[in-house]
């Protein structure tokens, strides 16, 4: 691409993180605990904990088991452990160091990409933290640092099939491993670099080959380790490979999946788009992709360990819930292949016509999220945290909070309060395990306000019969009204 272009397209990337970088930390505050994922609540409360000096215990929603000190193995320790650094850094609680850490992750993509795929390092940045991806940016999540850490593990596998230095390998083990620590799924871009390391070896480079299956034993070694671990912490032996309690997939999920996945249908559109196109361009005798070879082995292996993780998961009900996130890493290594064909495929004007139009797309999140941050933001704001723990703080021991306010969860120091799942049964089970029960009516009436009405029951209900008093409400439930 001539270099006129490119620096218009590094104007485009310097633009697009001015505005992600605005929408991460000026709507911070005004949008609250609505830019906290469900997920993002347990990394933030286990982050919490590692500051404190302890290992994560479980989450304390677990009424239908004993509350006795429980490991806290369904979610990867990496994020936390990230998120706690960067506390304890920036001197920062964990709600906001994690922006910080996601932030400066989302810095560091491009300059990894800058480093590695210079030509194509704007573009691979614009299309790869696109605008229905960099939202994980400003969120308490572990999506955005995983894309990080892929793109490096991506360029070492290509730095390793270059120089076959053992330096590369032992890069590439650690980095394997940290993504694992990121998220489970990472062993399927371990596996990738198994099955290629393989290949290579069968083809006569028994060097290459032996480093990338070494690395990706390295991991698969690392992985068994951790998961037994877990196992002999938790008192019923639970890896942290399936749910607990099993989560089945919901009525309508194949709908979903083919009509109302966002991501999807986009990952889909730009592929399609992009193999047309090569397609096209492939009737001229002149035209062809400079795609390395194992890189393009590499990232289509991905895809198809990604797609039969995630599917083996949703059967073993390890993710009852789909959602378009999880789809995300799945699709990503399309497309970049995808984005980087259409790349090179197109005239450098059109390139630039449609940066532009992502970085508008860009700004019309952006305008949407502030939109919602002045609606919502006063629902559930991050300020009242302090408001929340001092209230909660004085329950009686072994007290449940059903439909409790979240923010508890992100400076608890208590182990005995209990946060019943709230898709159980209340009347029976909670009042079975609980020697006291209240209800947040101040969390009620704000999920209400939000549209979430269909979670709470019929004890909720009863409880929470007067408007609430305040942003925190706790009234005491008579066990004895229950059914």
């Known amino acids: 691409m ?110 990894l990409l800058l480093w590695a795929f210079r030509p194509w390092a704007e573009w691979l940045f614009l299309t790869l933290f696109s605008p229905n991806v960099t939202w994980v940016v400003g969120f308490a999540i572990s ?144 035209y062809s992709l400079n795609f390395p070879t194992g890189l393009v082995l590499f990232l289509g292996a991905t895809a198809v360990f990604h797609a039969l993780g995630y599917t083996s998961s949703m059967l073993q009900a390890r993710i009852g819930i789909l959602d378009e996130r999880h789809l995300f890493p799945i699709l990503l290594p399309v497309l970049w292949l995808a984005w980087w064909s259409l790349g090179q495929s197109l005239s450098p004007k059109l390139v630039v016509v449609m940066a532009f139009g992502l970085v508008a797309w860009q700004v019309r999140n952006t305008v949407s999220h502030q939109r919602r941050a002045a609606e919502e933001g006063k629902l559930f704001p991050y300020a009242h945290v302090e408001q929340v723990r001092q209230a909660y703080d004085t329950l009686p021991p072994r007290s449940c909070v059903i439909l409790p306010n979240i923010a508890y969860t992100l400076v608890a120091k208590r182990s005995d309060l209990c946060f019943p799942d709230p898709y159980l049964g209340y009347g029976f089970l909670t009042c079975q395990r609980c020697e006291h029960v209240y209800v947040d009516c101040g969390a009620v009436e704000a999920r209400v306000q939000m549209g979430l009405s269909h979670l709470p029951y019929g004890v909720v209900w009863r409880a929470c019969a007067e408007p609430a008093r305040g942003v925190v409400d706790l009234r005491r439930y008579s066990c004895e009204k229950s059914p």
């Open 2 to 111: 001539p270099l006129r272009y490119r620096q218009i397209l590094r104007a485009v990337v310097f633009i697009q993180i001015a505005i992600v970088a605005w929408d991460t930390l000026a709507l911070l505050e005004s949008y609250g605990l609505r830019r906290t994922h469900q997920d993002g609540i347990y990394y933030l409360f286990m982050a919490n904990r590692l500051l404190q000096g302890e290992l994560p215990y479980d989450f304390p929603h677990r009424c239908e088991l004993p509350l006795a000190y429980r490991w806290h193995h369904e979610w990867p320790l990496g994020y936390p452990l990230l998120v706690a650094a960067a506390s304890w850094v920036t001197d920062t609680p964990p709600f906001y160091a994690s922006r910080w850490a996601n932030l400066a992750l989302y810095l560091l993509g491009y300059g």
């Open 143 to 286: 999506e955005g640092p995983y894309l990080t850490g892929w793109i490096a593990c991506v360029i070492i596998v290509l730095q390793l099939l270059r120089s076959g230095s053992v330096g590369w390998a032992v890069g590439l083990a650690a980095g394997l491993t940290g993504l694992f620590l990121l998220r489970y799924n990472a062993l399927a871009v371990g596996a990738a670099a198994g099955l290629m390391g393989l290949w290579y070896f069968w083809k006569g480079q028994r060097r290459v080959g032996g480093l990338l299956v070494g690395a990706a034993a390295m991991q698969g070694i690392f992985a068994g380790l951790y998961f037994a671990w877990n196992a002999y912490q938790d008192p019923f032996g639970y890896t942290g490979l399936r749910m607990y309690p099993p989560m089945p997939m919901q009525d309508g999920w194949v709908e979903w999946l083919v009509g109302g996945a966002r991501f999807g249908r986009y990952a889909v559109l730009i592929g399609l788009t992009a193999l047309l196109v090569y397609l096209w361009r492939r009737r001229s005798p002149t």
